[in-house]
């Protein structure tokens, strides 16, 4: 079965930094647009970042723009996300996500998400 | 505007069908047919039930189906069943700057 699973949340103080992982495996990962989305605690969803299949087409929510940074290694199915200055809004769980058709945003493999928490 | 418009709540009795809006604007879901539906039972991550407005993904049951109509999308749900009950919660492709993709903001599903 096709998987996704994220890593490396937490409890981190305000103004703080957080490396997220995840985990590709059972689907071809070099060639997937891959993606964040968050959910804070009783929200909705989230789109934060997208990273194309060579890395070379990167975007960004204007919400986490300038302090969160999305990367990939092909090599070992891994996506990552660099999170820097963290606030208490950034709070809730983590989703790794395929968009399985390139535009269209459909985002069709989850992983189970990591729960980060931003707290003094 | 900062997500899709969703009604918060939709209930239903078995058998019947519901009807769940999502409305956006001409930069979102009217301009674009990249409308996804997406539903997450309490706990667990979310599942694409419907993409590009009314295709289904294999496995998809056919009681799940997709509409638009200018800015608005819709997604049907026939035949509702116990295990319908969910949140579901619409997704488009944005052509804004504040981001690539967004999300509407969930509409909770209660099957009477």
């Known amino acids: 079965e096709v998987q996704l699973v994220e890593s490396g949340g937490g409890l981190v103080k305000p103004g703080g930094s957080l490396r997220l992982s995840c985990a590709a495996s059972?689907?071809?990962?070099?060639?997937?647009?891959m993606n964040w989305v968050r959910q804070a605690p009783g929200k909705g969803l989230e789109w934060l970042s997208s990273i194309g299949s060579g890395s070379r087409h990167i975007y960004y929510a204007d919400s986490v723009k300038g302090r969160f940074i999305i990367s990939r290694d092909n090599a070992k199915n891994s996506l990552y996300l660099q999170m820097n200055s963290l606030r208490v809004e950034d709070t809730g769980v983590y989703y790794c996500v395929r968009n399985v058709a390139p535009v269209a945003g459909n985002f069709d493999i989850w992983g189970l998400g990591t729960v980060v928490t931003v707290s003094s | 505007q900062s997500a899709l418009t969703q009604p918060a709540s939709v209930s239903g009795s078995p058998g019947q069908s519901i009807t769940i809006s999502c409305t956006g604007t001409g930069s979102d879901v009217g301009g674009y047919n990249y409308v996804s539906w997406y539903q997450q039972h309490p706990g667990k991550a979310p599942k694409l039930i419907i993409f590009d407005v009314f295709n289904r993904p294999s496995g998809i049951s056919h009681r799940f189906s997709g509409s638009k109509s200018g800015n608005t999308a819709s997604l049907t749900v026939s035949g509702l069943q116990a295990e319908d009950e969910a949140v579901y919660f619409c997704?488009?492709?944005?052509?804004?700057?504040?981001?690539?993709?967004?999300f509407g903001t969930g509409t909770t599903v209660t099957v009477l």
């Open positions: 059972r689907f071809s990962f070099s060639h997937s647009d």
């Open positions: 997704s488009s492709y944005s052509s804004t700057t504040a981001r690539l993709y967004v």
